[in-house]
């Protein structure tokens, strides 16, 4: 496994260094010395307690999936409107973990670490590479045509997103190192630019045990 890990990473640098879209290699968790995962967590736990109401789920997004992290949720309070449970009864939370995390992300990191080259991520409007985020405030035909709301809206109708902090940590450190760039400024470039409202969470998988004791279903999204 070891001499694997170190074969994904020579490969995932190369490919970098040749200006191709190894950023969707980073997505592997396992293929480094990984540091303790940094600050902006310290009210993840407090952040858990805003989850409310009859009906209550939490989607696992370890892939962008074209947007079906979100627009499942989107359907979840459509349909539970439709049979009679308004919003304020209900809480859809999306874990952005694994590949996904850059749905996490600000238009201004998309353009500036090509995030739709590396991560595969398409935008619906064009079928290119995305070069800002698609699902913040979609404008592709297909999310107007059925009124699909994008992140800001669902978060307005009381979804939670957060982030998995351990895979920022591995993935920004991966393409500081194919950039020259420092990885500590590359984290904290990422955080910065997270969009409003998402939580950083210690790791995927571990806000989605803690969603799961708060009472949410399990979906996986991926």
Known sequence: ?????????RNFMGTM???????????????????????????????????KGKHKIVYDAPEPHDGFPIIWSWVFYKTNNETGTPDNELTAMVVLRHSAI?????????????????FKINDPSTSAPAVKNPFWMPNAKMWVDFGIDGIKKLQARGAMFCVCDMALTVNSMFTAQAMNLNPDEVKKDWVSGLLPGIQVVPSGVWAIGRAQE????????G
């Open 102 to 118: 850059p749905i996490a992300m600000e238009d201004r990191l998309w353009e500036k670490y090509k995030f739709g080259e590396g």
């Open 17 to 51: 260094a040749a200006g191709a879209a190894g950023l969707s290699i980073l997505s592997n968790p396992l293929m480094a010395d990984i540091p303790t995962p940094s600050g902006a967590i310290e009210d993840a736990e407090a952040w858990f307690k805003k989850i």
């Open 214 to 221: 708060k009472g949410c279903a399990y979906c996986f999204a």
């Open 1 to 9: 496994m070891k001499n694997e890990n170190l074969s994904s990473r």
